[in-house]
């Protein structure tokens, strides 16, 4: 089941991002400042919104975070799915794409014009299921400049 976190289930994502910082290496991971980053997003918000993947027994086992920024190209408005993170012992099981079709929807339905998302090289497991959807795969080559924080 999917849902939209909010400030009542934030506790139940704060381990899974933790667990996705740690996949991607991050150095310093800090739940205090996660919760206060994450919180940020919500359903009815203009920024967007972390929604929260459950399995039967209602344990938090996926989630994904869909930014909201602007495309000068198309012009238009588009979708950001910035997170998508899936526990390993439940990965191969569809999750991660209902979670892709979920952030559409909602991208959609707050004006979208498309979601968009990046992922690491050599994250080929990620990437089969990408390559199985009907997305474009982009040429672009990705830069980033650090603010120093």
């Given at each position: 089941?999917?849902?939209?976190?909010?400030?009542?289930?934030?506790?139940?994502?704060?381990?899974l991002?933790?667990?996705?910082?740690?996949?991607?290496?991050?150095?310093?991971?800090?739940?205090?400042?996660?919760?206060?980053?994450f919180?940020?997003?919500?359903e009815?918000?203009?920024?967007?919104?972390l929604?929260?993947?459950?399995?039967?027994?209602?344990?938090?086992?996926?989630?994904?975070?869909?930014?909201?920024?602007?495309?000068?190209?198309?012009?238009?408005?588009?979708?950001?799915?910035?997170?998508?993170?899936?526990?390993?012992?439940?990965?191969?099981?569809?999750?991660?794409?209902?979670?892709?079709?979920?952030?559409?929807?909602?991208?959609?339905?707050?004006?979208?014009?498309?979601?968009?998302?990046?992922?690491?090289?050599?994250?080929?497991?990620?990437?089969?299921?990408?390559?199985?959807?009907?997305?474009?795969?982009?040429?672009?080559?990705?830069y980033?400049?650090?603010?120093?924080?």
């Amino acid at each position: 089941m999917i849902e939209p976190v909010s400030k009542d289930t934030i506790e139940d994502v704060l381990p899974l991002i933790r667990k996705y910082q740690e996949f991607y290496k991050i150095a310093t991971i800090d739940d205090d400042r996660n919760r206060r980053f994450f919180s940020q997003f919500d359903e009815h918000g203009d920024n967007g919104c972390l929604f929260i993947y459950r399995n039967e027994a209602g344990e938090a086992v996926a989630f994904a975070t869909v930014y909201f920024t602007f495309v000068s190209s198309i012009p238009a408005k588009v979708g950001v799915m910035n997170d998508l993170y899936t526990l390993p012992d439940f990965r191969g099981k569809g999750i991660a794409r209902q979670l892709i079709e979920h952030c559409l929807k909602f991208v959609k339905s707050k004006g979208g014009a498309r979601l968009q998302w990046l992922t690491a090289e050599d994250n080929e497991v990620a990437q089969r299921l990408y390559n199985s959807l009907d997305t474009k795969k982009s040429k672009w080559i990705v830069y980033t400049y650090s603010a120093g924080l």
